[in-house]
Every structure is written in C-alpha cells, then in structure tokens.
C-alpha cells in the first residue's frame, strides 16, 4: 500500500503544493508586511526598570507620537499629503512584556514581598496605508526614532550648564562682588563635577586627558588660591571702580543689617527671658503616659517649652552673631574705602584688573576643558539609553527567506497528505459515492426487485468465482 | 443487528479522513468566532508611597478616594490627549478598580472579627482594569490606561502635594501708582520669597538637577542671590542718596502712616505678651501642687481612681506641647511681635527723616537715570531668572509625581475571550459530531445491508436451480467479516 504511495502522479502532486502554497502565501506576506514595518526600541538607563526617565520622572512611551515629534518628524522627511492626526492613527506602540509578569507582580504583592515589572522594551509599528504608494515606511521609522532620541536626550537627559561661563558679563560689578561670583560659578561647576565623580571617578577624557578629579583640583585652586589673594588685594588696597557709589552701597547693607540685627537680638532676648519664666517645678512633673514596644504603659517625660525655646534662642543666637559679623565686615570696608586713594589710574587699579582677567582666564579655560570633558563622559553615557532596531529594508524584510521556507515546508505537507488523501481515500469515496448513486441510502429494501439484487449480488461476487475458477 | 468493536474502530478508520477535516473545520470555525467576540481588557497596578493613605488619608490630610480615577474631568482629558471620540460614560463604565490586600493583614482581620473587634485597613496597592466592550484594538486599551494614569498621577501631584512654584509680581516701572522705593521693595521681597523656596527645596532635594536647565535649586539661589546682595543694595542706596521718589508728599505720608501701624501694633503686641505672662503665671500656680497620677504601668498602683486606657497613644506618639507650652509659646510670639514691629516704626522714621530733608551735593538727574536703568535690569534679570526658576520647577513636580505614585506594572492587555477553550471545544465537537455521523452512517448501510440480504435470500429461495452453479450456498464462516465494498477492492 505504501509503495503505491511513491509514484508519478503523487510526486507531481507534491511539487506543485510545495511551489504554489510558498507563492501564495509568500505573496500575502508580502502584501501584508512591505508596508508594515515594526522598529524595537529598547532602554538601558538606571530607573527604566521601574519606569522613569533618566531624570526620574515617569516614562511614557506614547510621548512618541505626540505632535511635537510627529511634526518634526514630518518636516525632516521628504513625504508629501502625510497629517500629523493622520500618521499618528498609523503608528501602534506595544509593551513587550512577559506574559507572566502581571501575576507574579500580583502573587508578591499579595504575599507582602516587593515586585515590580516593567517593560523595558517597545515595538513601534507603522502601516502605510496605501499600499501601491512608494514605500516609505523605513524612512518614517528612521526618522522618528531620530527625533524621538534628541527630544528624549534634550528633555530627559542631564545638560551641565553650568560649565558654560559664556554669560558671565562682569562690566557693571564691582571688584569685590565679581570675587563673590566667581566664587559661587565655582562651587556650581564643583558641585557638578563632584556628582559625575561619584557615578564614574576613573573617567578620562580622550579628548582633554582630563579626569573629573583633575578638574575639581584646578577649581579648587582657583577658588581657594587665586580669589581669596584678589579679594585680599582690593580690599586692603581699597579698589573699586566707583568709590563712592561702593560706599553708598555698604552704608546701604550696613543699615539693613543693623535692622536685621536689632530683630533677632530683641527676638533672642525675649526667648532667653521667658525660659527664666519657666516653672521648672511645673514642668519637671509633666510626664506622658505612652505605650511601649510591648505594649506596655510608661510615663515618658516628653520635651517641654523650655527645649524649643532653648533651641530657638541658639538659633537666633547663631544668626545675631553671623549678622553682627557681617556688620563689622562692612564697617570695615567703610574705614577702608573712606581712606582710599586709589583711583582709575592707580597701580593699584590696574593691579587688580589684571587679577581679574587672569582669574576670568583661568576660569575660562577650565570651563571649556570640564564642558569638552562632561560633553564626552555624557555622550558616552548616554548613547545607549535608547537603541532602536529598524529593519533596513523593508523589501527584504517582507521577502524573508523564513517566511518562504516555511510555507514551502507547509505546501509540502500539505502535498503529501494531499497525495495520500488521492491515493487511498479518494478511491474509496468515489466508489461509496456511486454506491449511493445507485443504492440511496433510505430506501426500502422492498422497494428493490428480485432482478436488480440478483444483478448486484452477481457483481459484488464475481471476482470470488473468478478467484475460484484461477485456482 | 450486532456491531462489534472491531468494526467500530474498522469505521472509524475508513473514514479517518472525514474526522480529520471535521475536526480542523470546527477548530477553524471556533478560531473566526473568537475572532469576531474578541474584546480586551487592561491592567496596571499601581501603588501609593505616601505614608498616610495608609491611614485612609490623603498627603494634605483629606480622605483619600481611589474612584477619583474615574473622574470624567480625567477621563476628557485622556480622550483629548489621544484624539479619541468616544464617550467618557461609555470609558467610565469600563473602569474597575480593585484594591489589593497582603495575606497576612487578610489572616489578621479574619482573627479580630472572630474574637469581635474591628479592624480597617486602608490598601495602598490597587489593581485598575479597562474592560473594553467596544471591540477596540489591544493597542487602543493600552493607550487609554496608560494616558489615564498618567493624568492621574499628574493630577494626585497637583491637588495634595506641594508643588514647587514660582511667586511673580506683575508691576511695571512705567506704572504711576508705584513709587521708586516701592518698586524696589516690591523686587527685593519677590527676590526673597523664591530665595526662600529654592532654600527650602535646595535642602529638601540636594541631587535634584533639571534635565531642561541644567541647575539645581542651590545654582538658582546663587543666582537670585546676586541680584539680592549686588543689585538691590545699589537700587535702594540711589534710592536714598538722591531722594528718588516720584512724588514726595504722598510717599511721606505713607511711610508716616505705616510708622504709626507698626507703632500700635507693637503696642497692641507688648499688652498681649504682657497678658500672656500673667495666664502663665496663673496656670503655673494652679498646677504647682496637683499629684502627677499616671505614674505606673500598672494601674492597680496608681493612685487615681482613673482606669488606664492603652489606647490612647500607640508606640512611638509624643506629645510636642502641653498647654503651658503653649501659653510660652504665645508669649513668646507676642513679645517679638511688639519689638519687631517697635523696631520697623523706627525704620519708617529714618527713611521719614531721609525724605524729609533736601538733597545736597548729589547729581539727583544722573541718580534717578541710574535708578530707572538698573531697576529695569533687576526686571528683565528677574524674569530670565524666573523663567529658568520656572522650568526647573517643572521638571522637579514631574520627578516629584512619579515618587508619589508609582507603577509597580506595566500595562498588560489579555484578551478576555480566550481561543484555547473554544479549540478545545470545537476539537471535542467536531471529533465527536464526525464520528458518530461516521459510525450512524456504517451502522444503517449495515442495517441496511442485512435487510437487502434477507430480502434476497427470499429471492433466491424461488430460483435455487437458476443461480446454483454460480452461487455459494452459504457465506464461508472462515472468510472475514470485511465490509461488501472492501472486498470489491481486492
């Protein structure tokens, strides 16, 4: 029976399932994906795993297909009659996400463990909806997934602006307060380099071959050498690029923190005089009764008056002698800049301005160096925050040899039951077809005459009596 | 008739085909049903990080209420969002909300109801589901939940946290109501005020730094601070130097009115201190002698007659002020009022006496140039400073909300028609319907046969002689019992 299988009519039966199943279904696989194409974009940032941006705020993935991206998306591609509302009903975005997650999350939430899952991975579709149209799905998926990496790297990711000391515009300071702001640009920029010392302390750059280590020291130089020796030499000099105008302004500070004083001297008082007010025997019996870890019931003796407004009083305390500080430091600036004799042509002035350029120079310097060096360390950092995989062509990605192979596996199967259907069944339903054409199934066997059934007897046994006769 | 298993697993064979393509119709069937059923459903779960909505309260003290979800004010604006016509009811309706309680609290409520006592827990872990009924597409499910929540949070962040915030004054220099030192005053305490809170959110969050900016809350004080220590003294020292005012009259009369505000206000503080004073020293009195009662945990030893009730504080509750600290405290605010304000009266006297007296020997024109020229500075400065202050704060409420509020999963979309049942289904059905059709069928076409049969050997039996050479007298017992049509075939 098997060997009846292995002939030419079945080998051509085969062969033409396993060419035309492949051709059809090729053909409709390609129809359905040429102008669908799906790009992934995939995130690798600390906190994508709990669904935040780099920035700590939360991820949220339709962001792209907002009408900002769209539309810059749309003005950089070269497409006409595409809509912003248009292409967004085009573009479908799906989670990748384990199918399991949600209950696993569920059953450790339930169980008091802590869970979380979220998907870190997105499969961006479009479908181009006229099919017969160029195509120009790839073109759209580069191109947003371009727009969307610098909106996301601009929105999201760190910027250090404080490196830039562009803006720095000195002109109508004078001397003493351009030390004072270049002291606070310093701290700024310490500030920033300290943090990215901390994510990645042995980062050199190839471009500068500086190390945020490096860099701090130069700062620190600056700011604990070179300004404290400018500030020394104006104020003991009495430099000011508008004296009496400067000394207005002390005569101005001075007052207001006289005012600032006076208050928080009176306030400092009165709160030492009321703790003198305090009963100590009414409140050394102030006792509370509370419960312990146990349950248990104990008189605690809580804070009282007396420990705030002791605490207040230090804290006021603090603050008239930082103010009468800073009074005694403008009164003697006063006795400085009365007795001052420089003048825009002095030495001393010109001393000075050269101090300050050469600070402005440095700090220059060193800003550009720390920016070329952050500009490096956050590049590096941040260019695989997000990686989209676009298929490059779609063409060859709607012909996949894959798709093909398996539909010819398919034809072939399906040619070979086909093959054993024509073989062995076949037969039999045709001949049970004609026996039900000649016999209907519900007929009475009275209505069969006693010719006809001798007639079908003689048939049905007439290679029996052959057989016998051969024999 | 009699049919034996052999013939019945016989039939079953011969039609195998039949049962095949049966089977594959009703699963292929079932397949186009659920295609045609199929709706989705959503599912996030979100948690609260917020310590009080585990005491059923919101972070500004409200009660909380997770249906606030379910807003139409939230649900417009996650249609607007996504461009959706649809209708907020039809969504509201589809919105379920369940509340997710650990194991061990259910154990613990289930024994406390038992031994008769009550115990309410407020969860903090919630499961929202969008059951869509409209047929929509899974990725529509996905944008509308994930949008919602989004608004929500936006909105959880808005109506019971602090946001950070910018406080502007809208005044212009051109504006004739204001005078110079007004101006300035008007810029000096706008500076403070967002010093103040770029301190209190410098402190709060010291890692913070605005991805659009660049700052952090202390680069932006340094920065307002320039315009406080370097600009404003300068403004304010013109100011006097040269007498800047716009109209002398009017700004006289007003610092004397306010001199005379602060004065009676110190009054009025100074006789309330004092009157706080003499309570205090009352209360101390009445108080002095009275036995301090609750001094055993065991209250068959205290010596009132007051049970001790554990209740009333749980482990770790203190009592930050009594009513005599209080009454010190009120003093105590009382009498730095009346200094304070003492000490304001006598500013509004210098700057009386400053006004008051001609200028001399200042280029008043140039001052006043100056004056106006660097107000408008601090202005323009001011504005820069606040829209970057602004921006900032932005960013640190967007990073505040998700801190507040967070997912603990993603959306999932399930489909709610499940095919592998239907398949199951179907297989049974079509495996079951073809076999029996099969088996029916054979068993008449037999039945049918033996009546044939019968009939023709009562033909037979009136033509014996005709047909004897021909015909077997009777069917060989030892031939098997294969069907008519299978031994046609051989």
Redesign the interface.
């Known amino acids: 029976m098997i060997a009846k299988l292995f002939n030419k009519r079945n080998f051509i039966i085969v062969l033409c399932f396993s060419i035309i199943i492949p051709l059809l279904g090729g053909s409709y696989t390609f129809l359905a994906s040429y102008n669908r194409q799906g790009m992934t974009l995939a995130l690798s940032y600390t906190g994508s795993e709990k669904g935040y941006n780099p920035d700590g705020s939360k991820f949220n993935v339709y962001e792209m297909k907002s009408d900002k991206i769209i539309d810059e998306m749309l003005s950089r591609m070269d497409v006409e009659d595409l809509t912003t509302e248009f292409v967004k009903t085009r573009i479908t975005i799906e989670a990748k996400s384990a199918k399991q997650s949600y209950s696993r999350v569920y059953s450790a939430v339930t169980n008091s463990r802590s869970s979380v899952y979220i998907p870190m991975e997105f499969t961006i579709w479009y479908s181009q909806k006229d099919k017969f149209a160029e195509n120009h799905t790839v073109q759209l998926l580069s191109t947003l997934a371009e727009v969307y990496t610098e909106y996301f790297n601009d929105r999201y990711t760190e910027k250090n602006t404080v490196l830039d000391v562009s803006d720095l515009d000195l002109s109508k300071y004078d001397y003493s307060e351009i030390v004072s702001i270049y002291g606070d640009r310093i701290s700024s920029m310490l500030a920033l380099l300290s943090t990215y010392k901390g994510e990645n302390s042995t980062f050199r750059s190839a471009e500068t071959k500086q190390t945020f280590v490096s860099l701090m020291d130069m700062l620190n130089n600056l700011r604990n050498v070179e300004l404290p020796k400018l500030e020394a030499y104006i104020t003991t000099s009495g430099v000011s690029k508008d004296k009496f105008t400067y000394l207005n302004k002390i005569d101005y500070l001075h007052n207001s923190q006289e005012l600032l004083f006076n208050k928080a001297s009176s306030s400092k008082n009165i709160i030492l005089g009321a703790i003198d007010q305090y009963d100590a025997e009414l409140t050394g019996s102030l006792f509370i009764p509370t419960i312990d870890k146990n349950q248990n019931l104990y008189m605690n003796k809580t804070k009282t008056g007396i420990d705030y407004l002791a605490q207040r009083a230090q804290t006021k305390g603090v603050e008239t002698e930082s103010i009468r500080a800073s009074m005694e430091h403008y009164n003697f600036l006063t006795s400085v800049y009365s007795q001052s004799t420089v003048t825009s042509s002095s030495p001393e002035m010109r001393t000075a301005q050269e101090m300050t350029e050469s600070i402005n120079k440095q700090l220059t310097e060193i800003a550009a160096l720390a920016k070329t060096t952050c500009d490096e360390y956050l590049s590096d950092k941040t260019h695989d925050y997000l990686s989209f995989s676009i298929p490059e062509d779609p063409l060859s990605s709607a012909l996949s040899v894959r798709n093909l192979i398996r539909y010819g596996m398919m034809g072939f199967i399906l040619g070979c039951m086909a093959a054993v259907f024509s073989a062995i069944a076949l037969p039999h339903l045709i001949k049970g077809y004609e026996w039900i054409k000649h016999e209907p199934l519900f007929s009475h066997p009275s209505e069969t005459s006693p010719k006809k059934a001798r007639r079908q007897k003689r048939r049905r046994y007439a290679h029996v009596t052959k057989g016998e006769e051969k024999s | 008739m009699i049919v034996s298993m052999k013939e019945i697993f016989h039939y079953i064979f011969?039609w195998?085909?039949f049962i095949l393509f049966s089977i594959i119709g009703c699963v292929l069937l079932s397949y186009l049903y659920v295609q045609q059923k199929q709706s989705y459903s959503a599912?996030i779960?979100i948690q609260f990080e917020d310590a009080s909505i585990s005491e059923g309260l919101n972070p500004d003290g409200s009660t909380f209420d997770i249906n606030e979800i379910t807003s139409p004010t939230l649900i417009l604006q996650t249609l607007e969002d996504l461009?959706l016509n649809e209708s907020v009811d039809k969504i509201r309706s589809s919105l379920a909300i369940k509340s997710?309680?650990?194991?061990?609290i259910e154990e613990l409520q289930a024994a406390k109801t038992k031994d008769g006592e009550e115990y309410t827990y407020y969860p903090n872990?919630f499961?929202i589901t969008y059951n869509d009924r409209r047929g929509a597409?899974?990725?529509e499910l996905?944008?509308i939940l994930?949008?919602l929540i989004?608004n929500y949070?936006l909105y959880y962040n808005k109506t019971y946290i602090n946001q950070a915030y910018i406080t502007e004054n809208n005044y212009s220099i051109e504006n004739e109501n204001y005078d110079y030192i007004e101006i300035a005053d008007l810029l000096d305490n706008n500076i403070h005020d967002v010093m103040n809170n770029l301190n209190r959110l410098s402190d709060n969050s010291q890692?913070?730094?605005?991805?659009?900016?660049?700052?952090?809350f202390?680069?932006l004080h340094?920065k307002y601070?320039?315009l406080a220590?370097?600009d404003m003294?300068?403004i304010?020292?013109?100011i006097?130097?040269g007498q800047i005012t716009k109209n002398r009259e009017v700004l006289l009369k007003k610092y004397q009115h306010n001199k005379n505000n602060y004065t009676m206000q110190s009054n009025t503080n100074a006789t309330q201190a004092e009157s706080t004073?003499q309570v205090?020293q009352k209360f101390?009195d009445a108080?002095?002698d009275?036995p301090?009662a609750?001094?055993q945990?065991d209250d068959s030893r205290n010596d009132d007659d007051l049970p001790?009730s554990?209740d009333?504080?749980?482990?770790g509750?203190?009592?930050?002020?009594?009513t005599?600290?209080d009454l010190?405290?009120t003093?105590?605010e009382y009498?730095?009022g009346a200094?304070?304000n003492k000490?304001d009266a006598a500013?509004c006297e210098?700057v009386i006496r400053i006004f008051s007296a001609e200028p001399s020997g200042v280029d008043t024109g140039k001052l006043l140039k100056s004056v106006t020229e660097r107000i408008a500075?601090v202005q323009n400065k001011l504005q820069e400073l606040n829209e970057i202050a602004d921006k900032t704060m932005s960013?640190y409420n967007?990073?505040l909300?998700?801190?507040h509020v967070?997912?603990?999963?993603?959306?999932?979309v399930v489909a709610n028609v499940g095919f592998l049942l239907y398949a199951v289904l179907s297989f049974m059905l079509g495996l079951g319907g073809s076999t029996v059709f099969a088996l029916s069928?054979e068993i008449?076409?037999k039945l049918?046969r033996e009546?044939?049969e019968?009939?023709?050997r009562a033909?037979?039996s009136g033509?014996e002689a005709s047909?004897a050479e021909?015909?077997?007298q009777e069917p060989d017992p030892a031939a098997p019992a294969i069907p008519?049509?299978g031994?046609?075939?051989?």
Request: cysteine-free.
């Open positions: 011969k195998k085909f599912n779960i461009s997710i309680t650990p194991n061990y872990q499961i597409p899974q990725g996905y944008d994930d949008a989004n949070i890692n913070y730094r605005s991805p659009s900016t660049g700052y952090n202390s680069d340094k601070n320039e220590t370097f003294p300068l304010y020292s013109e006097y130097e004073l205090i101390a108080n002095r009275l301090n609750y001094n945990a001790v554990k009333q504080l749980e482990y509750d203190t009592i930050n002020d009594t005599y600290d010190m405290d003093y105590v009498a730095i200094s304070n000490i500013h210098e500075y960013d967007t990073y909300a998700s801190r967070t997912q603990l999963t993603g959306v999932q069928y008449f076409r049918r009546e044939q019968k009939a023709l033909a037979e033509e047909l021909t015909e077997p008519l049509e031994a046609e075939d051989r």
